[in-house]
């Protein structure tokens, strides 16, 4: 967050917004969705950026060919 004139806004060219929410949250809201676990504060947060952003240009683990749980665990093993 940065402080303005009349409160606080959120600080855009942190290093929070430009990698932990597209390399690291969305990363484990990947791994969730394979894995069909819940978190749903993970995903009201990554929405919430989402929208305030307009980025759609996040990580994602199908880019290196992981869809299933099998495919997490060879990805760590190597």
């Known amino acids: 967050m940065k402080e ?10 942190s290093r929070y917004f430009r990698a932990d929410f597209p390399y690291g949250l969305s990363i484990i809201e990947d791994i969730a969705n394979i894995i069909r676990f819940d978190v749903p504060n993970i995903r009201e947060t990554m929405n919430w950026y989402r929208n305030i952003t307009c980025d759609n240009d996040l990580f994602r683990l199908t880019e290196c060919g992981v869809y299933t749980i099998n495919d997490i665990y060879e990805l760590y093993a190597n």
């Not at 303005?4 to 060219?13: L, Q, T």
């Open 4 to 13: 303005v004139k009349n409160g606080w806004v959120p600080d855009f060219e």
